[in-house]
């Protein structure tokens, strides 16, 4: 949803700093690299030792440079069939680590148990979402937007963390129960795109 509402203002921001690394010698996919080895690794370091704080301006911090590479991309005057395919198995990842990571700290004991398992329920959905995607995309049909993107997954489980982190009670429960909730409609609201798609193929 972010992506259809806030693209361009985050463009207006991103495409100059894209430039400027472009000319400082940069690749797209270098910066795609590094911000999923840092986000994935700040992650599994920090969120299950109990360390939310840090772990989710870490998490947040390499998760933004995701934005560079695109701007990078544009930059160099378009990305590459490769690194489309790499930039969405380095979302996968990090969205793996995430909430691996989480419910690691919450199934572990030092966490609410029942958050860990909403973190294993947005682990498993946030995979599907984006297959859904992938899959429709090769058999020529369209399963784009819905309510949750990639984008609000990471708002909504960082904010989580984020509150928890400066003491909010239950903040990471609430956070990732709904985020479970709205990935559910957001899968289904995929397979109803798909299913419509097939249908008007056929006529």
């Not at 509402?5 to 400027?20: E, K, L, N």
């Not at 999923?36 to 969120?47: D, E, I, K, P, R």
């Not at 301006?57 to 995701?66: N, P, Q």
């Amino acid at each position: 949803m972010l992506n259809i509402f806030a693209r361009a203002s985050i463009s207006r921001v991103t495409d100059p700093i894209g430039v400027a690394l472009v000319r400082a010698g940069l690749k797209p996919n270098m910066m795609t690299v590094l911000g999923t080895a840092g986000a994935a690794v700040g992650a599994l370091v920090f969120f299950p030792r109990g360390m939310l704080l840090a772990g989710t301006f870490t998490v947040w911090g390499f998760a933004m440079l995701d934005l560079l590479d695109g701007a990078m991309a544009r930059a160099r005057g378009n990305g590459t069939p490769f690194g489309a395919v790499l930039d969405a198995t380095c979302d996968r990842l990090v969205d793996g680590a995430l909430f691996a990571a989480i419910a690691w700290w919450c199934l572990a004991g030092a966490g609410p148990a029942r958050a860990g398992a909403a973190a294993l329920v947005c682990l498993v959905l946030a995979q599907v979402i984006s297959y859904v995607k992938a899959r429709a995309e090769a058999s020529g049909l369209s399963a784009d937007g819905g309510l949750i993107e990639r984008a609000e997954r990471l708002i909504i489980a960082l904010a989580g963390t984020g509150l928890q982190g400066f003491g909010v009670p239950h903040a990471v429960e609430v956070s990732l129960w709904l985020l479970a909730a709205l990935s559910v409609v957001t899968l289904l609201q995929r397979m109803i795109a798909v299913a419509q798609g097939a249908r008007e193929a056929k006529t």
